[in-house]
């Protein structure tokens, strides 16, 4: 996918690897030094992670701003921000529950009075490879579930986004210890060094394709991987769902960073004979909060010079093949000074193009019509399977067997992406989405070593199984 057609990019600076070797080093002799971190000493690294953030919020506004070019500070400070901040909030709020160990049962009459608990112990070392679209929610966010679960990291965020990468380096060097936390910065070479090392466990967000590639070299060392991944999540609109608030949520929601977000709507489904009355729908709801969005600094850039051409370029093969193009801001094309490019809704796309196939990851929103709700529900089950689903409708009912029927890796009803808001709620993929999850007790959990552990009690039957057997046997 262009997405990840990348150029060979990045200088990498030759001390950046040894660097990275001596960081894991490090780590990895500190964590045996110490691998039970107590609750207080938890709480005091997410407190200070959350503190780094809230006191940079200018600093952080700045970078974010330099590598995109424009991006609203309500973006930085929500999501980027206040975001990773109260995720550190619930797990302190939660950290000793998470925590304690979970008793289990044991059949007296096999176990007699052994008592048997399920224990979550750190790992060790991770590595969080981060990328460009969210450098500080997802270079800080996962954070929160592996320090809370007692874990070093190693950070290494996107060299697309160089200022944020650079300030990330700075900003954690001053909050932590090299040994407990550090960020690595570099380009592609760098990337690679970073996930061949023999970590304890490696969380990787970023496309399909590089996830791939993530898991085959993760997989020489047996490390165990958590993949953020990406895919084409639809908006499904059911016969009651074509309302003034649907068009708000989706095209609100496809302007958060202006489409580059992996839980944006890629396309809306919607009734053939509703089409109109939902282009309407949205063509005033732009018109009334956004009237000529990518003129203003409210229109976050596209990343990258290649980025927009890619964007662009799936816009011009939908003109090219004739399909209706619904442009909001009439006659505005792509500034490629400022990257901004404005909402272009396209009608019934042939299935053949490229919008229709690759994750848009941009300011364009295909409407895919069907005549028959179970058709469109069949048809996206029966693709890639979506990090996320979106269905509206008056009948939750209806949304919700539209939702038990096809597969995704979260989903919402009647709204869009708050299941990647909710700091209690697990995130992640399914199929070619991604495996694993972070945020909450799905994070800790999935960042810590399940351990069950038996501690013998008396009056068991246990020796059943030792030798001599069948005097044993017999005895049962
Ligand atoms: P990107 O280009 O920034 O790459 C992601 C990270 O992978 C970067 O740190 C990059 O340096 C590193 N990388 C690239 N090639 C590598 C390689 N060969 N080996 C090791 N590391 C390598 O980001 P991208 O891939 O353009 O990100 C966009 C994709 O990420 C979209 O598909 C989007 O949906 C997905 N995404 C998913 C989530 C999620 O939570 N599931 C969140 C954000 C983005």
């Not at 609203?72 to 109260?86: H, K, Q, R, S, Y």
């Not at 700075?170 to 970073?194: K, N």
Request: negative net charge.
């Amino acid at each position: 996918s262009p997405l990840v057609d990348r150029p060979v990019d990045g200088p990498t600076d030759a001390s950046a690897i040894a660097t990275l070797h001596e960081s894991f080093a490090l780590q990895q002799a500190a964590f045996r030094r110490d691998p039970h971190p107590d609750i207080s000493q938890r709480i005091e690294h997410l407190g200070a992670l959350a503190a780094m953030l809230m006191a940079n919020r200018e600093r952080i506004a700045d970078a974010i701003a330099e590598d995109f070019g424009s991006h609203p500070a309500v973006f930085t400070d929500l999501l980027e921000i206040l975001g990773p901040a109260g995720r550190a909030a619930t797990a302190i709020e939660h950290l000793a529950d998470w925590m304690a160990p979970s008793e289990r049962a044991a059949n007296p009459d096999v176990y007699g009075t052994a008592r048997a608990t399920m224990r979550y112990e750190p790992k060790g070392v991770i590595g969080n490879i981060a990328p460009w679209n969210f450098p500080f929610e997802i270079g800080c966010g996962p954070l929160v579930e592996m320090l809370a679960a007692g874990n070093r990291v190693i950070v290494k965020p996107s060299d697309l986004t160089p200022a944020c990468g650079a300030l990330l380096q700075e900003l954690v060097a001053s909050t932590f210890d090299r040994e407990h936390v550090t960020v690595a910065v570099g380009g592609l070479e760098l990337a690679r060094e970073f996930s061949s090392l023999a970590w304890d466990h490696l969380l990787y967000t970023g496309s399909p394709a590089v996830g791939r590639e993530i898991m085959r070299t993760a997989a020489e060392n047996l490390v165990p991987v958590t993949l953020e991944l990406g895919g084409k999540c639809p908006a499904v609109l059911t016969a009651s769902g074509v309302t003034a608030q649907a068009a708000e949520s989706i095209v609100g929601t496809k302007l958060v960073k202006n489409g580059q977000m992996c839980i944006s709507v890629d396309h809306v489904r919607l009734p053939v004979d509703r089409v109109d009355d939902f282009v309407e729908l949205v063509r005033a709801h732009a018109r009334d909060t956004v009237p000529e969005h990518s003129r203003t600094a409210d229109c976050t850039g596209i990343v990258s010079d290649r980025h927009l051409a890619r964007i662009e370029q799936l816009l011009d093969e939908a003109r090219a093949a004739g399909a209706r193009i619904v442009e909001l801001e009439p006659g505005v094309r792509a500034d490629p000074s400022t990257r901004r490019m404005p909402l272009t809704l396209v009608v019934d796309p042939p299935p053949h193009l490229r919008l229709c196939r690759e994750e848009i990851f941009g300011p364009i929103l295909p409407l895919l019509p069907y005549e028959d709700l179970d058709d469109a529900v069949a048809a996206i089950d029966a693709d890639d399977r979506p990090l996320a689903l979106y269905v509206f409708g008056a009948d939750v009912e209806e949304c919700e067997q539209v939702v038990s029927r096809a597969r995704s890796g979260g989903a919402c009803i009647n709204t869009c992406a708050l299941q990647g808001a909710l700091p209690t709620l697990g995130f992640g993929g399914s199929g070619t989405s991604g495996m694993g999850r972070h945020h909450g007790i799905e994070g800790f959990r999935e960042f810590s070593t399940a351990r069950g552990v038996v501690v013998r009690g008396s009056g068991d039957s246990i020796d059943a199984l030792y030798p001599p057997y069948d005097e044993k046997a017999r005895a049962i």
